[in-house]
T-cell receptor, first 115, second 113 residues
Framework: EADIYQTPRYLVIGTGKKITLECSQT?????MYWYQQDPGMELHLIHY???????EKGDLSSESTVSRIRTEHFPLTLESARPSHTSQYLC??????????????FGSGTRLTVV | GDSVTQMEGPVTLSEEAFLTINCTYT??????LFWYVQYPGEGLQLLLK?????DKGSNKGFEATYRKETTSFHLEKGSVQVSDSAVYFC????????????FGKGITLSVRP
C-alpha cells in the first residue's frame, strides 16, 4: 500500500487554467521532491524541500511553484497552464536518517494534459 | 558532479531470456547505489540497493553487485518474464544529510511471450 499519495492521477485541462497537483505522505519524511518525466522517460528534478517552509528549485527550470506548510503536504501549482506543461509529474519523499542510503518513496504520478 | 550512465535502449527479450542492463557511475565519494523500476502508468518503485563496495542487492530474481573498481552496478536476471516489462532506472546517492538521488536516463525493457 502506497504511503505517498498523488491526486489527481489524470488531469486534462484547458490552456490558461490554474491547477494544483497534490502530494501527501504519511511517513513523516522531512524531504520531498517533484520530478517531471519526459516522453523518453527521463526524470528531471523541478522542486525539492528539506522541511517545513523550505523549498528549492531543482535542476530543470519550471514555471511551477511549490509550498511546504506542513511536513506531510507538498503541492505543486501552475498559475497558467500551457500545452508545454503536458507531462507526467512524480512526487517523492525521503527521510533524513540514513544519510541517503534509504532512497526515495515515489507516488503513482499525475498525468497532466493541457489542451 | 555525480552522474549515472545507463546503456541505450529499448531492450526487447523473449520470455526466459537472460537480462543484463549496464549501469556505470561517477561520484566523488562512496555513494549508495539503487535500481528503481517503473511499471506502465505507475510511479517508481525501489527494486534493490547496495550501500558499499562488493555488496549485492537482490529482489524478485534481480541482482546487482556494487563494483567500486569498475564503478558499475549492472542489473541481471537469469530468466525474465512478461511481467518484468517496465522502465528501469539506475541511481546513486552520495552519503550526507542533504544528498539527493542522481538518476540515469532509464531503459525500457519489453519481454515477449
Amino acid at each position: 500500500e502506497a504511503d505517498i499519495y498523488q491526486t489527481p492521477r489524470y488531469l486534462v485541462i484547458g490552456t490558461g487554467k490554474k491547477i494544483t497537483l497534490e502530494c501527501s505522505q504519511t511517513m513523516g519524511h522531512d524531504k520531498m521532491y517533484w520530478y517531471q518525466q519526459d516522453p523518453g522517460m527521463e526524470l528531471h528534478l523541478i522542486h525539492y524541500s528539506y522541511g517545513v517552509n523550505s523549498t528549492e528549485k531543482g535542476d530543470l527550470s519550471s514555471e511551477s511553484t511549490v509550498s511546504r506548510i506542513r511536513t506531510e503536504h507538498f503541492p505543486l501549482t501552475l498559475e497558467s497552464a500551457r500545452p508545454s506543461h503536458t507531462s507526467q509529474y512524480l512526487c517523492a519523499s525521503s527521510e533524513s536518517r540514513g544519510q541517503g542510503a534509504r532512497g526515495y518513496t515515489f507516488g503513482s504520478g499525475t498525468r497532466l494534459t493541457v489542451v | 558532479g555525480d552522474s549515472v550512465t545507463q546503456m541505450e535502449g529499448p531492450v526487447t527479450l523473449s520470455e526466459e531470456a537472460f537480462l543484463t542492463i549496464n549501469c556505470t557511475y561517477t561520484a566523488t565519494g562512496y555513494p549508495s547505489l539503487f535500481w528503481y523500476v517503473q511499471y506502465p502508468g505507475e510511479g517508481l518503485q525501489l527494486l534493490l540497493k547496495a550501500t558499499k563496495a562488493d555488496d549485492k542487492g537482490s529482489n524478485k530474481g534481480f541482482e546487482a553487485t556494487y563494483r567500486k573498481e569498475t564503478t558499475s552496478f549492472h542489473l541481471e536476471k537469469g530468466s525474465v518474464q512478461v511481467s518484468d516489462s517496465a522502465v528501469y532506472f539506475c541511481a546513486l546517492s552520495e552519503n550526507g544529510a542533504n544528498s539527493k538521488l542522481t538518476f540515469g536516463k532509464g531503459i525500457t525493457l519489453s519481454v515477449r511471450p
